[in-house]
């Protein structure tokens, strides 16, 4: 059971007691208690059976939510969870998966307009009975409008670090209960897509039935959609699916390439394999004569992935760029970018601690970030705007850089960097004062307020920003949030242009629910000339590892280490930095 399980019955216990009014010391108790799960970097699951003094020492975490987490690990769920399941309608819980739908609205409307579903609810909404219930408003309604549209639109997709998670606890466990021979993900998750619809294992082994079995077997396995011979569909929990299919060795590498897609490049690989000669299928790479497969049928390539490629006279194309983007032109040229790689990342450069929102000290980040084996971080903490975090004025700043260098140089093995997330006020000011942002090695602006403005109010808001010259990094510079908030109206394009001009980088923030820069707005980025920075944007220790994520979506974008600047050495980075540098 992953982590994520076991806080979504924890956060659903909390919600469901939240629209029940409940005591707000419970509620907000088992809240946090599904966040720290949610955050953890060990499973929770395993840990509880194996070692159950590791939870008591976590602050948070008390006997009876151990209690709790044991009973659900034993017996698959939580009695209390069900119990509070049957005292409301099941649908309730569906609307809180809307944007901006808390408890408290949801439990309004279904006592003043018995309303339980998401249809009844947009219904509602359109008749315009929402405005004139108590907070509610023209404009609020008008949202909900627009939760709903998102909602139906993402509806089925999941998180990339979700996907990715679930299935390699699944092959885990194939390999354990199975004799298989190659196992390998293919489809989205290995195109590292930053949303999965659904999850694809392919397999070889000698005997696919106890595959196939072991499979359907899993104890999270919701339903069994389907399970044949060499071929089984299940839905896992939280509605994910996954297809499992069993090959023959000599076709593994021809289903893997067909498996993983995408469906665009295969389709422009089908092509150029026609136009030389070759039919192309899950099955191999077959040559025709006169319509014939020479050698009656026997194939050129389809053991290995790699062969298909290179019969076809190209390179060998990394998964994360199969999407028909002129891949196949480029690895003809043999002019495949050098796609960088997590290993060439030498530090991270957008991190909180206590001081503000984070849940661990500065020594405790650079702890962790020298078993990451980085060169040096920056701690950026948030600015005073941030109210809610905490968030820094110049006088706790000043004491705050102070410390920095003080637990810099108690770590030797690394540098960390003085910084500060500084919030993007209203005209695109900055949230503090010129005299102190100068004294920092990095400063990154941020939007955290106002999304509603319109495109071009929001390109000169961020603009004006980029034109403060200590300002280093955009973070997550369009705003969304993954299957939950839309970007706000931007013209990146004019926005990249501003950030080369003055040698601002623009981040990949690397948080699975953000990934922004997406994919395509990487590779419009490095084509105009402007440099990127990858980063976890981490709130607690065990978020130093997002940093993949940031690493995948770089790749997708079609970068190489030299266009982010986190890959450079030190005294490098800090030429950037400074602004003396900008560019390769
Ligand atoms: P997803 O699951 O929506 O995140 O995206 P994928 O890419 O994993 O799509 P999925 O699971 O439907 O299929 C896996 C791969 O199988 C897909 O990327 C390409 C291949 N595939 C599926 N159907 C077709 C098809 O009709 N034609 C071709 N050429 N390939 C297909
Ligand atoms: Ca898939
Ligand atoms: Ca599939
Ligand atoms: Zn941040």
Redesign the pocket.
């Known amino acids: 059971m992953e982590n994520k399980d076991l806080a979504e019955i924890f956060s659903e216990i909390s919600d469901i007691l939240e629209i029940q009014e409940s005591n707000p010391f419970r509620i907000r108790s088992f809240r946090r208690v599904a966040q720290i799960i949610e955050n953890l970097g060990f499973n929770v699951a395993r840990t509880v059976q194996e070692d159950p003094e590791k939870l008591r020492t976590i602050s948070g975490i008390g006997e009876g939510a151990i209690k709790r987490i044991q009973e659900i690990v034993e017996t698959g769920r939580s009695q209390e969870h069900e119990d509070l399941k049957n005292q409301i309608p099941p649908s309730l819980l569906t609307l809180l998966e809307l944007q901006n739908l808390g408890p408290k609205k949801i439990k309004l409307f279904w006592e003043t307009l018995n309303i339980t579903t998401i249809d009844e609810l947009e219904k509602a909404a359109r008749e315009e009975k929402l405005r004139s219930l108590p907070g509610m408003g023209q404009k609020s309604e008008a949202k909900i409008l627009k939760a709903i549209e998102d909602y139906r639109r993402i509806q089925g997709?999941f998180r990339l670090d979700d996907g990715i998670e679930i299935t390699q606890a699944l092959i885990e466990y194939l390999n354990s209960k199975v004799k298989v021979r190659r196992i390998a993900a293919?489809?989205?998750?290995r195109?590292r897509?930053e949303?999965?619809?659904?999850i694809?294992i392919l397999v070889t082994c000698h005997s696919p039935g106890e595959v196939i079995d072991a499979f359907v077997q899993h104890p999270d396995v919701r339903e069994v959609l389907a399970k044949g011979d060499t071929k089984a569909s299940v839905v896992l929990r939280r509605g994910l699916q996954t297809?499992l299919r069993v090959l023959e060795d000599e076709s593994f590498g021809a289903a893997l390439q067909?498996?993983?897609?995408?469906?665009a490049h295969?389709?422009a690989l089908?092509e150029r394999a026609k136009r030389m000669g070759y039919k192309i299928s899950e099955y191999g790479l077959f040559r025709i004569v006169n319509g014939e497969k020479i050698g009656n049928g026997k194939k050129v390539a389809g053991e290995d992935e790699e062969d298909i490629y290179h019969l076809l006279n190209l390179s060998f194309i990394p998964p994360e760029i199969r999407e028909n983007r002129g891949e196949i032109e480029k690895a003809e040229a043999g002019q495949l970018p050098d796609l960088i790689k997590l290993e060439q990342i030498r530090g991270d450069l957008h991190m909180h601690t206590k001081a503000t929102d984070g849940r661990n000290s500065i020594e405790e980040m650079g702890d962790a970030a020298v078993k990451a084996k980085y060169e040096y971080i920056a701690i950026t903490d948030h600015s005073k705007a941030l109210a809610m975090t905490g968030g820094l004025d110049e006088e706790r700043l000043l004491l705050h850089m102070e410390k920095i260098d003080q637990v810099s140089s108690r770590i030797p093995e690394i540098k960390l960097l003085k910084g500060i997330e500084v919030d993007i006020l209203n005209e695109g000011e900055l949230d503090l004062s010129d005299e102190v942002l100068s004294c920092l090695d990095v400063v990154i602006a941020s939007i955290h307020s106002r999304f509603n403005l319109s495109r071009q109010e929001m390109t000169l808001r961020i603009c004006r920003a980029l034109e403060n010259p200590y300002v280093n990094i955009l973070a997550h510079p369009t705003g969304r949030l993954l299957t939950r908030r839309e970007p706000y109206p931007l013209d990146l394009e004019q926005v990249i242009k501003t950030a080369r001009e003055n040698r601002v980088c623009l981040e990949i923030n690397a948080y699975p629910e953000r990934l922004d820069l997406n994919d395509l707005h990487c590779r419009m980025a490095r084509d105009m000339g402007a440099l990127i920075s990858i980063n976890s944007d981490s709130h607690s220790t065990e978020m130093l590892r997002y940093m993949q994520y940031g690493v995948f979506t770089a790749r997708r974008g079609w970068l190489a280490a030299k266009d982010v600047i986190n890959t450079y050495p030190l005294e490098k980075l800090r030429r950037v930095l400074r602004k003396e540098e900008y560019g390769v």
């Open positions: 997709r293919a489809g989205s998750v195109r897509r949303t999965v619809g659904d694809d297809d067909y498996f993983t897609g995408s469906k295969n389709v089908r």
